[in-house]
């Protein structure tokens, strides 16, 4: 088909035009007659003079009311070559000279391409927005697809969740990550806004009360292991913060797994420093107890008489068994419980070796023929650091059990040699204590 071009005046030169042109007439610029130029869908206008600024304010009004894409081809018959080299573009008039036959072809038929690229995207611009008003009536009105609906969609899913908390945040991890997702492309949904009030507050709490829920199990799972601590301040501060999970879990949390762990760490690391604390009782205790010893706390004034059985019941107390099997201990990577028992070990070791020193000199006090008639001992070694680690107390009853033995010292030397090497070397750490 032919495109057709409207011809202004009388201008029977451009007949020639044809056969790719079809050319009418009009006689004059006015807003009926172009209007006429896109009620007939021609393609571009001929005229015979070089159009004034009255002309080109009329095409572009109007074109541009009536959906045409800009570049309408206005072909310009003049006689004068001054007035076609002098024609300026419109931004929606394409102004171009006729007497270029190969032009005005070209113009017509880029014209026409634009033309129906824009009547095209005019009607699908128009059958969208038909679907979308039709969308939104048939919502106003309740007769949506089912299976488009959100709101059925958020009904289903809220059906099928359990109304029990305990089932609905069951699971692992990955499962409540999975259930989050959902619920917030359910939340994120393009049609949100339409759905009910109730609807639309049950899927907000449901999507805060698992978000919630899972940033609380994260919490708890990155907790460290109460048996892990080094410092007994560590462990009272752990205890502590998991004490004030308890605010966290709503009542209705009571029957989840995450407050069913709470509650087992939390009596597990309670049992823990509960354990510790009596493992301190029992140490405060046995410290007590040898201090005693070492203050020679129940020995009588008379100490010739009551010494052999009060060395019997104080070296009982000593080597009584203390937290060996305890639980506790094998956990327990605190400092202090290993400072405590080197503390009391090294009580024991002093109080044992004082014994022995005793021991020693209770034996050198006995005859020699009876003497002999006895298991043979190892006699202890009389350091200056031991010496410094005894009491007072402990120093002064034992200067009183050598003291005998030391104004012999002529005697002993002629009779019994071994003893009197023994006494020489208790002798000299005397003297060496008296010199400092």
Not at 141 to 164: M, Y
Not at 326 to 354: A, G, N, P, W
């Amino acid at each position: 088909m032919a495109s057709k071009i409207y011809i202004i005046g009388e201008t029977q030169l451009f007949i020639e035009l044809n056969p790719f042109i079809d050319c009418r007439q009009i006689r004059e610029f006015s807003k009926e007659s172009i209007s006429g130029l896109f009620r007939e869908d021609v393609h571009g206008l001929l005229i015979g003079h070089y159009p004034n600024f009255e002309d080109l304010k009329l095409l572009d009004e109007n074109l541009g009311q009536s959906f045409q894409p800009m570049g309408f081809p206005v072909f310009v018959y003049s006689g004068t070559r001054e007035q076609d080299s002098g024609m300026v573009k419109n931004s929606w008039v394409e102004l171009a000279p006729a007497a270029d036959k190969t032009q005005v072809a070209k113009l017509v038929q880029n014209y026409n391409l634009k033309k129906e690229t824009t009547h095209r995207w005019l009607i699908w611009g128009t059958l969208f927005a038909l679907v979308v008003l039709f969308y939104l009536v048939l919502k106003g009105a309740g007769l949506w697809l089912p299976w488009g609906s959100l709101e059925l969609r958020v009904a289903k899913f809220l059906e099928q969740d359990d109304p029990r908390i305990e089932v609905r945040l069951s699971g692992s991890l990955d499962d409540l990550m999975a259930r989050k997702a959902k619920l917030e492309n359910l939340a994120n949904a393009v049609e949100r806004t339409l759905l009910p009030a109730d609807l639309s507050y049950v899927l907000a709490s449901r999507k805060k009360e698992c978000e919630r829920y899972i940033q609380l199990f994260n919490e708890l799972t990155s907790q460290p292991a109460h048996q892990s601590f080094k410092q007994i301040g560590e462990l009272e501060v752990f205890v502590k913060s998991l004490q004030n999970f308890a605010t966290r879990f709503p009542e209705p949390w009571h029957k989840t797994s995450a407050y069913l762990y709470w509650q087992n760490r939390l009596k597990v690391a309670e049992a823990y420093q509960s354990a510790f604390q009596q493992f301190r009782a029992d140490y405060e205790s046995r410290r007590n107890q040898l201090l005693k010893i070492y203050k020679l706390d129940g020995l009588q004034p008379a100490k010739e008489i009551f010494l052999e059985p009060w060395m019997e019941a104080q070296q009982k107390i000593i080597k009584e068994p203390w937290c060996d099997a305890d639980t506790f201990l094998s956990q327990s990577h605190l400092s202090v419980v290993l400072e405590m028992r080197l503390y009391i070990h090294q009580l024991q070791k002093d109080l044992l070796q004082f014994f022995e020193w005793m021991r020693c000199f209770r034996e050198l006090q006995i005859p020699s023929d009876e003497h002999k008639t006895k298991i043979p001992f190892p006699f202890p070694t009389f350091s200056s650091y031991q010496w410094d680690r005894f009491s007072a107390e402990q120093q002064t009853l034992l200067k009183d059990l050598a003291k005998p033995l030391l104004t012999k010292m002529p005697e002993l030397k002629k009779t019994d040699h071994e003893k009197a090497n023994q006494l020489e070397l208790f002798q000299k750490l005397l003297e060496n204590q008296a010199k400092k």
